[in-house]
């Protein structure tokens, strides 16, 4: 017997080497002694980069703070009755509600609906969705990403709806 989702596993991240890290490092300090100039101009961008995403950043976030109000009362109880528990598998439900809520640019956690529009009403980019979204709901299910082009809902998946029955299509990794 399968155990209930709740007691599902959490996403674990695979390790980063620190090779990268240290070539950075590197790089940065030869940048400073050979041409602090470069470094002038960097700073300056930065600064630029890090005003303009703290208002993009209160856009954002006034426009999660009224979805969460227009939702309230709305939980991952509603959002499973949204699909047949007989149909789809439980665990799917469950690691696709919470990892998009996580993966969502608010502080909030947005109550979800299956009709919710990836990328006009969560504001998802496609590489969100392609690089970090997937693989994480693929690990916490169990399931493998192996012939997704075979899946019907491949190149479909617009809505949270879509990403689940996504999943359900996916074979499982190590089936007993």
Not at 12 to 17: D, F, I
Not at 144 to 171: A, C, I, W
Request: proline share 4%; hydrophobic share 45%.
């Amino acid at each position: 017997m399968k155990l209930a989702s709740r007691f599902m596993p959490e996403y674990k991240p695979q390790k980063g080497g620190k090779i990268p890290l240290f070539l950075t490092a590197c790089l940065f300090l030869a940048t400073f002694y050979y041409s602090p100039i470069v470094l002038v101009v960097f700073a300056g961008i930065a600064i630029l980069a890090f005003v303009w995403s703290y208002f993009e950043q209160s856009k954002i976030d006034a426009y999660f703070a009224k979805l969460c109000t227009d939702r309230n009362g709305i939980t991952i109880c509603n959002f499973a009755r949204e699909f047949d528990a007989r149909e789809v598998d439980t665990w799917i439900i469950r690691a696709t509600y919470e990892e998009v809520q996580r993966a969502i640019c608010s502080d909030q956690l947005v109550p979800l609906k299956a009709t919710d529009h990836l990328f006009d009403t969560l504001k998802f980019d496609g590489d969100d969705l392609d690089l970090d979204l997937i693989e994480t709901i693929a690990q916490r299910t169990g399931r493998s990403l192996d012939g997704y082009e075979e899946n019907p809902f491949y190149g479909k998946v617009t809505t949270v709806r879509n990403l689940v029955l996504f999943f359900n299509y996916q074979p499982v990794v190590n089936a007993t």
